[in-house]
C-alpha cells in the first residue's frame, strides 16, 4: 500500500462497512493522511470476510493490486462465504443432535446470497520482501488461524502486523481441517515458534489493541491449547466419541450448550483441530462419517 507522497502508509482495511454506497474505507484512510484513490495495493493477511472483504472494492475504486497467500485462495468461493451451509456441514461432521442442528442452521442463513469474493493480483510467498516504500516488509507464513494466514514483519521500525494469528487477549479460533489441511493446531503452534525471539518493539494485531511482550503472549497461547488438547484428550479416554460430545466436555468462554452462531462454529473448529493434533502424532484414530468417530489408540 502507498500514498502519493514518498513515504507509504499502512492502515487496515478491516472495520470497514461493506456497503454498496460510498468510497471504502474513506474515514480510516482520511486519517491516514490519504485517499483511495491513492492506495496501490492491498496486502490481506487471510481471506476471511472482515479482512478481505473491502479488497474488491478499494481495487474498483483505485486501481491497487490485491495481495494473498496461495493457500488461502479457495477461501474466496461462495460457498465457503456462506455461513448456514459451512455450518450445516460442520455440525454434521461432528454428529450435533439433529433437530438442534435444523434450528442453528435456519438461525444463521441470511438473506444475501453468498458470492464468490473477487481473486487476488498477487499471489504471496513465504519470506517475500514487499516493495513497499518507507517500509521494509517481509511475509512470514503462520498458518492455523486460516491455512494461508500470513504476518507482516518490518524490519526496520521492528514491527509485527499479526494479523489474526497472535491477539494480545483474545485466543483465535483454528481453521477446520480438510483434506490437505487436517492438522491446523500443529501449524498454528508451528506457527506461534517462528514468532519467537523476534522481539519485535510492538505487534500490531488486526484486531484488540497494540501491545507489547510477543513472547509472554507466545507462551500463554501455546499454554492455553496444551489444556484445551488435554481436555480433548481426556474427553476420549472417557468414552465421547463425535466431534459435538468432545467440544461439550472442553472448557469455553460461557457454557458450551449457550455457544450459537460464530462462536459455537469456532469452538466446534478448535475440537476438531485438536482432534487433527492427536490424530497426526498418531494418538487417536478417526472413523470417517458423517459423524466421524474418534477413539483414543491404546
Ligand atoms: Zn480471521
Known amino acids: ?27 480510516g484512510l482520511a486519517a491516514a493522511g490519504t485517499r483511495v484513490e491513492d492506495v496501490r495495493g492491498v496486502i490481506v493477511t487471510h481471506a476471511h470476510t472482515d479482512h478481505y472483504g473491502l479488497a474488491g472494492r478499494i481495487r474498483e475504486a483505485s486501481g491497487a493490486w490485491i495481495a494473498l497467500h496461495e493457500l488461502d485462495v479457495p477461501l474466496l468461493a461462495a460457498a465457503e462465504c456462506d455461513p448456514a451451509g459451512r455450518l450445516a456441514g460442520l455440525l454434521e461432521r461432528v454428529g450435533a443432535p439433529p433437530r438442534l442442528a435444523d434450528r442453528l442452521v435456519s438461525r444463521a442463513r441470511t438473506r444475501r446470497r453468498p458470492e464468490d469474493l473477487p481473486h487476488p493480483d498477487r499471489i504471496l510467498q513465504d519470506r517475500e520482501r514487499l516493495a ?4 521494509d516488509l517481509r511475509v512470514l507464513w503462520t498458518p492455523g488461524h486460516s491455512p ?29 481441517p480438510a483434506p490437505g489441511r487436517e492438522d491446523p493446531l500443529g501449524g ?19 484486531h484488540e489493541h ?13 499454554a492455553h491449547h496444551r489444556r484445551r488438547l488435554a481436555q480433548v484428550a481426556g474427553a476420549l479416554r472417557i468414552g465421547a466419541v463425535h ?52 477413539y483414543p489408540r491404546a
Open 210 to 222: 497494540r501491545f507489547t511482550g510477543l513472547d509472554a503472549r507466545l507462551a500463554a497461547l501455546r
Open 1 to 27: 500500500m502507498s500514498s502519493r507522497r514518498t513515504r507509504a502508509r499502512i492502515w487496515s482495511t478491516r472495520g470497514g462497512t461493506p456497503t454498496r454506497r460510498g468510497t471504502p474505507c474513506a474515514g
Open 132 to 135: 513497499v516504500p518507507g517500509f
Open 243 to 294: 466431534g459435538w460430545d468432545i467440544a461439550a466436555a472442553v472448557t469455553w468462554h460461557r457454557p458450551f450448550e449457550e455457544l450459537r452462531g460464530f462462536a459455537l462454529r469456532a469452538a466446534l473448529q478448535d475440537t476438531l483441530a485438536c482432534l487433527g493434533l492427536l490424530d497426526a502424532r498418531g494418538l487417536v484414530r478417526r472413523e470417517t462419517g458423517p459423524p466421524e468417530r474418534w
Open 188 to 206: 498454528y503452534l508451528s506457527s506461534l515458534d517462528r514468532l519467537a525471539g523476534l522481539d519485535p518493539a510492538e505487534v500490531l494485531p488486526a
Open 148 to 176: 494461508g494466514h500470513i504476518c507482516l514483519w518490518e524490519d526496520r521500525r521492528r514491527l509485527l502486523l499479526s494479523g489474526d494469528h497472535v491477539l494480545p487477549e483474545f485466543a483465535v479460533g483454528l481453521h477446520e
